[in-house]
């Protein structure tokens, strides 16, 4: 059910908006999946000794050049930024962990439409659907103390950590159960410490079969207030079904690849619209 991500990329959870060029620097998040260096913030990030880039945002326009036939405006301005995105596309480059994307143990298949991913498996007559979306998937964290932060130090890691949605489909059955997850802010990176969920049930409901959209009609049982035996063995029904622990860190690692590939995807069409080339 396509439509069931939109109630689990809201973001009033998240708020995971990200500027191409972020200004604050971001923290560590997790240490159960690969990730890479934060260098979004390649050349706006430098201290203040690092030499300024030949006419990147220098105040100062010159006038635009003759057109190539595209119709477009061409500046100086135009020609610096594409050289930026240059640099910056060879880094993330450098950087990419994955050139093919890591593998879901658990025979799951991966279907893609943009950044919205989807998991499917099938067992002993049920098909369990995991869809979510990496665009918002990296958790803005900003903590006073990297104000203060050293030079020399190493940059923080990005890691994408998107809500899914997991639907369970029974063979001649009307409807679907539907769960909302996501992975609170607070758990993630525990590992360390004793087992616990680092994935969370926020809403479940029943959904009918075939539907596209998800129905507010249908009752919504939220799990702020459930009864904790009940949310444990929603989870142990979640886990018998192969999402568990070991699913969401492979989960993470996967968007995490994901989202840099649409980046660095961006980086490139960026690059192209203003050149225009």
């Given at each position: 059910?396509?439509?069931?991500v939109?109630?689990?990329?809201?973001?009033?959870?998240?708020?995971?908006?990200?500027?191409?060029?972020?200004?604050?620097?971001?923290?560590p998040?997790?240490?159960?999946?690969?990730?890479?260096?934060?260098?979004?913030?390649?050349?706006?990030?430098?201290?203040?000794?690092?030499?300024?880039?030949?006419?990147?945002?220098?105040?100062?326009?010159?006038?635009?050049?003759?057109?190539c036939?595209?119709?477009g405006l061409?500046?100086?301005?135009?020609k610096?930024?594409?050289?930026?995105?240059?640099?910056e596309?060879k880094?993330?480059?450098?950087?990419?962990?994955?050139?093919?994307l890591?593998?879901?143990?658990?025979?799951?298949?991966?279907?893609?439409?943009?950044?919205?991913?989807?998991?499917?498996?099938?067992?002993?007559?049920?098909?369990?659907?995991?869809t979510?979306n990496?665009?918002?998937?990296?958790?803005?964290?900003?903590?006073e103390?990297?104000e203060?932060?050293?030079a020399d130090?190493?940059?923080?890691?990005l890691v994408?950590?998107?809500?899914f949605v997991?639907?369970?489909?029974?063979?001649?059955?009307?409807h679907n159960?539907v769960?909302?997850?996501?992975?609170?802010?607070d758990?993630?990176?525990?590992?360390?410490?004793?087992?616990?969920d680092?994935f969370?049930?926020?809403e479940?409901?029943?959904?009918?079969t075939?539907?596209?959209?998800?129905?507010?009609?249908?009752?919504?049982?939220?799990?702020?207030?459930l009864?904790?035996?009940?949310?444990?063995?929603?989870?142990?029904?979640?886990a018998?079904?192969?999402?568990d622990n070991?699913?969401?860190?492979?989960?993470?690692?996967?968007?995490t690849?994901l989202?840099?590939?649409?980046?660095?995807?961006?980086?490139?069409?960026l690059?192209?619209?203003?050149?225009?080339?």
């Amino acid at each position: 059910m396509l439509s069931c991500v939109s109630r689990a990329l809201r973001p009033a959870f998240r708020l995971a908006s990200r500027p191409l060029e972020p200004l604050l620097p971001c923290s560590p998040l997790t240490a159960v999946a690969s990730t890479r260096p934060f260098t979004r913030s390649l050349w706006l990030l430098g201290s203040a000794s690092t030499p300024q880039r030949p006419g990147l945002l220098h105040h100062h326009r010159g006038l635009p050049t003759v057109s190539c036939g595209c119709g477009g405006l061409h500046t100086e301005g135009d020609k610096a930024f594409a050289e930026f995105l240059t640099d910056e596309i060879k880094e993330e480059a450098k950087i990419q962990k994955h050139k093919n994307l890591p593998k879901m143990t658990g025979g799951w298949e991966l279907e893609l439409n943009g950044t919205e991913a989807k998991l499917v498996r099938k067992i002993s007559g049920e098909k369990i659907t995991v869809t979510f979306n990496t665009n918002n998937s990296i958790p803005p964290s900003f903590d006073e103390a990297d104000e203060e932060k050293k030079a020399d130090e190493k940059e923080p890691d990005l890691v994408s950590t998107p809500n899914f949605v997991v639907e369970v489909s029974k063979q001649d059955s009307r409807h679907n159960l539907v769960l909302d997850c996501h992975y609170p802010e607070d758990e993630i990176g525990q590992g360390e410490e004793e087992e616990s969920d680092i994935f969370s049930i926020r809403e479940v409901s029943f959904q009918p079969t075939g539907e596209t959209d998800w129905k507010d009609t249908s009752y919504t049982l939220g799990t702020d207030s459930l009864d904790w035996a009940l949310y444990d063995h929603l989870m142990d029904f979640l886990a018998d079904r192969g999402i568990d622990n070991t699913f969401a860190d492979e989960l993470i690692e996967l968007s995490t690849a994901l989202e840099h590939q649409e980046y660095i995807k961006f980086l490139e069409e960026l690059k192209s619209f203003v050149k225009c080339q």
